[in-house]
């Protein structure tokens, strides 16, 4: 069994209840696209037909996200699970060019999947799935996968290095989603989220933001910088 089927993203259903969630588990999700969508328009610009590889994409949000931003895109979803690879067709459905593949993370950082030339590398909560050791040779991947001068954007969750803190960031966490499910007047489960998230399997895997970063910076990239951090959620990245 690879690494990916033993994670839940090969459950059936884990997907879809994130996916019927996300706006409400994922803080602040609506600013993160609208922030990553400012990235571009600044650092690569409209209407140049931008090569962007969406990593671990979901259903899409992301690509769609920066494709309504700008129909040049040329967009590469790679993703571990056929059935969010369907999901982000569905998404895309009458953009003409994206091309969709199913590869674990484990299988690039093999190098079993040509990716180069990339002027945007994006990501959103899939890689911290990885362990440290995979988790820093995806970066390598990416970076060679980037053109020179290339992004990488990654938004992700993170833990503190300090346990009082990340008490509290949890917390903060659980109040984000029981305000969103007042003002959405939506009665989903979010305890699942939360369990699932700290289960040690998962949990263990997570690391502090600042490791993240050296890691990128050990990868080769310049420019590191964190854009955005709400508890143990962060948009961050590198130039190559
Ligand atoms: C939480 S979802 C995020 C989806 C989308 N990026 C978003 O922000 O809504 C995580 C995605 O990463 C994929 N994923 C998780 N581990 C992976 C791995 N090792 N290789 C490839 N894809 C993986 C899952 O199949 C899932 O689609």
């Known amino acids: 069994m690879t690494e990916f089927e033993k994670s839940h ?33 600044h650092f690569l610009g409209r209407g140049k037909k931008n090569r962007v590889l969406d990593l671990g994409c979901g259903d899409g949000v992301l690509t769609r996200a920066l494709v309504d931003l700008d129909g040049t895109i040329d967009a590469t979803l790679v993703d571990g699970s056929g059935d969010m690879l369907d999901r982000a067709r569905e998404r895309l459905e009458g953009f003409g060019h994206a091309r969709f593949i199913r590869a674990t993370f484990q299988e690039l950082i093999k190098d079993e999947v040509e990716l180069s030339g990339f002027d945007l590398v994006v990501s959103s909560l899939a ?11 995806l970066f390598r991947c990416i970076y060679s996968a980037l053109k020179e001068r290339g992004y990488f954007v990654n938004i992700d969750m993170v833990v503190s290095p300090s346990r009082v803190m990340e008490e509290w960031h949890i917390r903060l966490w659980q109040e984000w989603m029981a305000e969103r499910k007042a003002a959405l007047k939506i009665d989903s489960d979010y305890n699942y989220f939360v369990e699932r998230y700290t289960a040690k399997d998962h949990y263990e895997k997570i690391e502090p933001l ?17 854009h955005f951090k709400y508890g143990i959620f962060a948009m961050y990245g590198g130039r190559k």
């Open 9 to 41: 993203w090969s459950e059936r259903g884990h997907g879809e209840k994130y996916l019927d969630t996300a706006d409400l588990v994922v803080v602040e999700r609506e600013r993160l696209l609208w922030m990553l969508g400012s990235f571009y328009s």
């Open 127 to 137: 890689i911290h799935h990885l362990e440290a050791g995979d988790k820093r040779a």
């Open 210 to 226: 600042r490791d993240q970063m050296e890691a990128l910076r050990a990868a080769g990239f310049n420019d590191v910088e964190c």
